[in-house]
């Protein structure tokens, strides 16, 4: 008989529950027994991690003095091995922790991030296996010298350990020693003996094998290992990882130059002053790994960073490129290549943006032709980051809302309407605002034009300061045609340290963080809002640390008033702080706005400040079109708390309207723009009004009547009829807005559950394109919420759903996210576990959501089936997959070939749903059965869905290892502590997820 994997341990752990079971009935009852001799619940437990009781073989150590920290622990273990490599060579290799899996003979794999470099205070979890049996062991490294290292950890149920591992020379070679250290309830008990043997065979093992995997390792491949760093004014120990910004350089050419240099010659220029400031030279340009660049609009480059590389003598390295179009790229290559520096990828990435919009100008008012470089058509930057798709929908489009200073005035409007304030009162504010900031730029010897502007001048029409969108002057918009460029070099601590940088130059990137808010401006419950930049902005300044009153440095991204206005609210910054300004560099209209790049100028003119005041913190953000796409960063001279990340928040949308054309009826204005020629005169007046239904409606009127009455008068929140382009004034009261239509997804959260409801019963539940990405976004919701266990999906008005809205799809609104497909679902279920409750026909896209769930409760008049046959389609939503997983060969044939739909009661005595439910009480008793999955570990929930799912892929040889790799977390946790003592004490368990 073949011996299954972890066979012999199961039948030990079994020996050793009858051993229970006997106290127990010496005892009485558990309780009692336990509380006799505790050692029973130590041991069974350590019967999990440990072996049969055999005491292992005393080790003769020679004249060798082990590490003094070994006597702290009750048991011990230890190898040794002679090498022929060098201690050098050996020691750096066993300070890459990284390279554990290729000689620890013992290591299952990582939970989370793999560790890099050994430094003090490093802290990983690695999953190792002794006996078949899978644990989580988290280690902290104590101490890495030449020598060797020293590393503490934990492990289950109390379990506490220590690992040293010391190299020492040996004539031309090296001894390598492991001395392991056991203690805890695990050690104390009679399992405890043999636990230690089983690490002591573990680390001969793991010695045995080090030779052929030193001797297979390429030599002089690589930099150097980097040791940890410590940072001299704090006293702060940095990983080498640690990302940091080391130089800067800006470039700003207020004339064009005769040679007409196109966007990469001025962000090399930006580059070398960069390097010159970090005091490293050009040769730390000539070392970068990779090269992060903002894609310029002056020119388009198919890969702009493969030229600076060659420029700088950096050769062929990584390129990464923000995409086309988008102000948030500034600041999210910061993040990206702050990221890719933590995560170990790279050690010195050069950063850079540059426009020479003034100079392409030039050259077309000369009839020049500049011969800017024109990469092959095969050129492509290593990855792209960025969303890339369309800014405007149909209806933004027919109205005329394409160039952003018509839509950022829309906003101002609306925000002045959410303010309460009249034209003459927002006007005002706006101009004082936009003063300030000139009077920033004025100080800036960066600033495209450093001239301070009084309010009176920003506010003024005149020939020199035209109206441009009502309510924005020329002075009040972003300045566009402008030649400048930023250069920013990052590297990790340890390069910065080995590049002999002073510390003094060095800002850390606390945190970054990034998302969007709803895509289309017209589908926004409110205009002058962001919950993107509210969300982004908590996350990040609490993985910080810090609060929002700690700033002291602000550069909100200024292409438009309203957009400086809408970020300080949603971050909780007062727009009119003379002690702390939200801009560093005076804004898009007097700094600059050099297309997708105004981020880098503002993260490199934050960096001087920073340097200057090295306890004080900053922040920085930047958008891409019309509020739509974000990114921020948080900075400062002094080091981290918290290792750096680059946080993508879930951001919970409020319900979103309806952007609807050629309506005729009543409505409320909302906001409106007029845009200007450049005689003066109102081209058009483009007004957003709102239904009583909620439903925004978008007009461009060039009717004179209309053009005549938003020119005169002001007409926010008054009742007016739309017939056409044309509105007609119908009362003079203002009203207060229409709340936007039902959203089509609600959540609702009851303790540990979740209850996602499709709420478009007037279609039956039919999924159209805000219904799917609403299902999307509750998804995303319930993955991020640590609190919630399982979730129940769930239709409105005794439908579960119709599935795809074939009228919507029709008009193009086809149901398919980005992220989880079709339906807004089905290519990518949660991870967590899911109920389908059910009621009606669930037939097509409504068997298709269904499947999708881990359990489903249907009602007992509800039907399932997938039709698509009968209609010339395939069920390729997963229908046709899902079945033939679930059911016997011959029924998924006969439901996928007839298409005819089975009964409840039919499909739960197939398998393929939980429970028969009366009619209306299926989510009552979806609840009843996510309560009794919600009162369970969730690790152990996680564990056991995952081995579920993935197991149909395995092969028989890896299953047991697999599914121990996935129970590792669990079995070693502390809830699995927990469960054991709550068991013991007849309690309820109090579950903490670790």
Excluded at 234 to 251: D, E, F, K, Y
Excluded at 750 to 775: C, E, Q, S, Y
Aim: negative net charge; glycine residues 10%.
């Amino acid at each position: 008989m073949t011996e299954v994997p972890g066979f012999e341990r199961l039948r030990a752990v079994l020996a050793q529950g009858r051993v229970v079971r006997k106290q127990i009935r010496a005892g009485g009852d558990l309780l009692g027994a336990v509380r006799r001799d505790p050692r029973i619940v130590r041991d069974l437990v350590s019967g999990l991690t440990g072996g049969a009781s055999t005491p292992p073989p005393a080790v003769d150590l020679g004249d060798r003095v082990p590490p003094a920290g070994l006597s702290e622990y009750a048991r011990t273990a230890h190898a040794a091995q002679r090498l022929e490599a060098a201690p050098e060579t050996v020691a750096a290799y066993l300070l890459g922790l990284g390279n554990i899996p290729r000689w620890f003979t013992f290591h299952a794999g990582w939970r989370g991030a793999e560790p890099g470099q050994a430094e003090p205070g490093l802290e990983f979890t690695q999953v190792a296996k002794f006996m078949g049996i899978p644990a989580d062991l988290r280690w902290s490294v104590a101490a890495a010298t030449d020598t060797g290292l020293e590393l503490r950890g934990t492990g289950p149920q109390g379990l506490t350990l220590g690992l040293w591992m010391t190299v020492t020379p040996d004539g031309p070679g090296s001894m390598v020693y492991l001395d392991a250290g056991l203690a805890g309830a695990p050690i104390e008990g009679p399992l405890g003996g043999t636990v230690a043997r089983s690490l002591g065979e573990a680390l001969t093992d793991s010695l045995a094998s080090l030779p052929a995997v030193l001797a297979a390792a390429p030599a002089g491949t690589g930099r150097a290992a980097r040791k940890a760093v410590r940072h001299i004014a704090s006293g702060t120990v940095l990983a080498p990882t640690t990302p940091v910004l080391v130089g800067v350089g800006q470039v700003v050419t207020r004339t064009p130059e005769p040679e007409f240099p196109d966007p990469s010659a001025l962000a090399v220029r930006a580059l070398r002053a960069a390097a010159a400031d970090a005091g490293a030279g050009a040769g730390l340009l000539a070392d970068a790994d990779a090269v992060f660049t903002v894609a310029p609009t002056s020119w388009q480059y198919r890969d702009l960073g493969a030229l600076v590389a060659a420029a700088v003598g950096a050769g062929t390295v990584d390129t990464v490129q923000s995409s086309p179009f988008g102000g948030d790229g500034g600041q999210l290559v910061i993040n990206e290549a702050a990221a890719a520096i933590a995560a170990g990828d790279y050690e010195i990435v050069l950063v850079t943006g540059a426009e020479a919009g003034a100079t392409a100008a030039a050259a077309q008012r000369a009839g020049v032709d500049p011969g800017w470089p024109v990469q092959d058509s095969q050129v492509r930057p290593t990855r792209t980051v960025g969303i890339d798709k369309a800014a405007n929908n149909a209806a933004e489009t027919t109205a005329g809302l394409l160039a952003p200073i018509n839509m950022y005035a829309l906003i101002e409007s609306a925000n002045r309407h959410r303010l309460g304030r009249t034209l003459t009162e927002h006007a005002s504010a706006v101009a004082r605002l936009w003063s300030r900031f000139s009077a920033i730029a004025a100080a800036n010897p960066y600033a495209w034009q450093p001239v301070e502007q009084t309010p009176e001048q920003i506010a003024t029409v005149s020939e020199a300061n035209r109206m441009i969108s009502a309510p924005y002057t020329k002075l009040e918009c972003a300045n566009l045609t402008v030649d400048m460029a930023s250069g920013i070099i990052i590297t990790s601590a340890a390069a910065a340290e080995a590049a002999g940088i002073a510390q003094d130059r060095w800002v850390f990137l606390h945190a970054g963080a990034s998302g969007s808010d709803e895509w289309f401006v017209s589908e926004r419950t409110e205009l002058a809002a962001s919950p993107a930049i509210a969300a982004l902005g908590a996350a990040a300044l609490g993985h910080a640390g810090i609060t929002a009153d700690q700033l002291t440095h602000v550069d909100l991204y200024a292409c438009f008033p309203v957009a400086v206005q809408i970020a300080a609210r949603e971050l909780g910054l007062p727009a009119e702080d003379p002690a702390r300004p939200l801009s560093v560099t005076g804004g898009l209209t007097f700094g600059g706005g050099p297309g997708n790049n105004y981020g880098g100028h503002a993260v490199a003119t934050l960096v001087q400040r920073l340097r200057a005041e090295p306890e004080a913190y900053g922040l920085a953000t930047s958008l891409g079109w019309y509020l739509t796409k974000h990114a921020l960063g948080v900075y400062s001279a002094t080091p981290p708390a918290r290792a750096y990340a680059h946080l993508t928040p879930v951001i919970e949308h409020p319900p979103a309207r309806r952007a609807v054309t050629g309506y005729s009826g009543p409505a409320v204005v909302e906001a409106y723009t007029l845009p200007y020629d450049r005689d003066g005169k109102p081209e058009a007046a483009i007004v957003s009004v709102l239904t009583e239904s909620g439903d925004r409606i978008l007009v461009r009127s060039t009717d004179t009547g209309t053009v005549h009455a938003f020119t005169d008068s002001d007409l926010l929140g008054v009742p007016v009829t739309v017939d056409g382009d044309i509105i007609e004034v119908t009362g003079s009261d203002r009203l207060a807005l229409p709340a936007p239509p039902p959203a089509p997804v609600l959540i609702e959260r009851r303790g540990h559950v979740m209850i996602i409801t499709i709420n478009r019963p007037h279609a039956r539940n039919a999924i159209d394109l805000a219904t799917a990405l609403g299902i999307e976004r509750a998804i995303d919701a319930y993955e991020a919420d640590p609190g919630a266990r399982i979730a129940i999906l769930t239709g409105a008005g005794g439908y579960f759903s119709a599935g795809m809205d074939l009228k919507a799809a029709s008009r193009g609104e086809v149901p398919i996210t980005e992220k989880r497909g079709i339906l807004g679902l089905v290519a990518l279920p949660p991870r967590k576990p899911l109920i389908a409750a059910v009621e009606g026909p669930a037939l097509a896209g409504g068997c298709e959501l269904a499947l999708c769930a881990d359990l489903i409760v249907a009602a007992a008049d509800s039907m399932f089936g997938i039709p698509e046959v009968k209609r010339g389609l395939v069920a390729v939503g997963g229908g046709v997959l899902r079945l033939s997983q679930r059911l016997p060969r011959a029924i998924a044939m006969e439901l996928t070939l007839t298409g005819d739909p089975i009964t409840a009661a039919r499909a739960a005595e197939l398998g393929l749903i939980n429970q028969v439910a009366e009619p209306g009480g299926a989510l009552a008793a979806a609840l009843v059965l996510a309560e009794r999955v919600a009162v369970n570990a969730p690790l152990s929930i996680d564990a056991g869905k995952q081995i579920i799912d993935q197991c149909p892929d395995w092969s028989v040889a890896e299953a047991f290892a697999k599914q121990g790799q996935m129970a590792a977390a669990a079995l070693s946790s502390l809830d699995a502590g927990e469960g054991m003592a709550a068991f013991v004490q007849k309690r309820a368990p109090v579950w903490q997820g670790r």
